[in-house]
């Protein structure tokens, strides 16, 4: 085993203490979640006609379907547009111009600063008299999932892209790209790599965001599942609950897979399998500055 600069390879005592910890972690955990079990019996949460409802059809195409299909939505929108404005921000803050820059850390920090909900709150309370009548919860949502999320996305841009060595910049501008080409070329296909964990992070705290529409009546899963169904079928707040929760927890799981999928594709992508350029007047086979015996096509 090799020791990292942050970790030593334990030796024979400190491997005896770590499987203790765990050890004694995971006999509290399984004591914990035998008491919340036993808890939920005696509340008389696991009696069949409490669960019945999640048996039929009904509940969930007319409840669950329609609220995750909500939830998708806002989550999707939010996360394409969070991206963009993380990508034009972070570029942005690191401009050569102040005009461009200063401007651009006021936006970041502006958004960054205001909690999430009360934004979304703003956003739902101003749109009718900026756009007229109508039902902007959907608006609501998905621009402050952007605002909130895209600034924070903004500082793990420019985090990634300032990580880089400067080496990487300075030999692209030593062939002659400009500033923008450096940036799409070079720093940001490299900075991606370094940016993914960081990326995949935020877009599940975003979908875990949307359930904040519960508050402006937003059709999503919080709102169909949570409070509308136990209003149809009573007793079923606690049960709902846990079906909820556990179809985020599926969700955030599906999205962290995919993106561990795509981290793993760019990476073979930009591996290269060309053989080496041979120099002028090389001939295969033989050393480089060899001269050719007669005959031999260069």
């Not at 910890?21 to 808890?39: D, E, F, H, Q, R």
């Not at 669950?64 to 993380?86: D, H, M, S």
């Not at 009718?128 to 500082?155: C, H, K």
């Amino acid at each position: 085993m090799s020791a990292s600069v942050l970790f030593d390879t334990p030796g024979p005592r400190g491997r005896l203490r770590n499987h203790i910890i765990t050890g004694v972690s995971a006999l509290v955990l399984l004591a914990a979640l035998g008491w919340v079990l036993l808890k939920f019996d005696e509340k008389g949460q696991f009696d069949g006609k409490i669960w019945e409802p999640f048996t039929t059809q009904v509940v969930w195409v007319d409840f669950i379907l329609p609220g995750l299909l909500g939830t998708l939505a806002a989550a999707a929108l939010g996360a394409v547009f969070a991206l963009l404005f993380g990508a034009v921000f972070g570029i942005a803050r690191l401009s050569d111009h102040r005009w461009v820059r200063i401007p651009a850390a006021w936006i970041v920090e502006l958004f960054r600063a205001i909690p999430l909900l009360l934004l979304i709150f703003f956003i739902w309370y101003l749109a009718p008299d900026l756009f007229g009548g109508g039902d902007y919860a959907l608006f609501a949502i998905v621009l402050g999932l952007t605002l909130y999320n895209g600034s924070v996305l903004a500082e793990v841009v420019r985090a990634g892209i300032n990580s880089l060595p400067k080496g990487q910049s300075e030999a692209a501008y030593a062939i002659g790209l400009r500033k923008g080409g450096v940036m799409r070329l070079v720093l940001l296909p490299q900075g991606l790599t370094v940016m993914m964990p960081a990326v995949v992070s935020q877009l599940v705290v975003l979908l875990k965001d949307t359930a904040l529409g519960y508050f402006i009546v937003y059709v999503d899963l919080l709102n169909m599942g949570f409070k509308t169904l136990p209003s149809v079928y009573p007793g079923t707040k606690l049960v709902s609950a846990i079906v909820i929760g556990v179809i985020y927890i599926l969700m955030a799981m599906a999205l962290s897979a995919f993106a561990t999928w795509l981290e793993k594709r760019s990476r073979r992508s930009r591996k290269t399998t060309a053989p080496p350029i041979a120099p002028p007047g090389a001939v295969a086979g033989l050393p480089s500055g060899r001269p050719a015996p007669d005959g031999a096509v260069a």
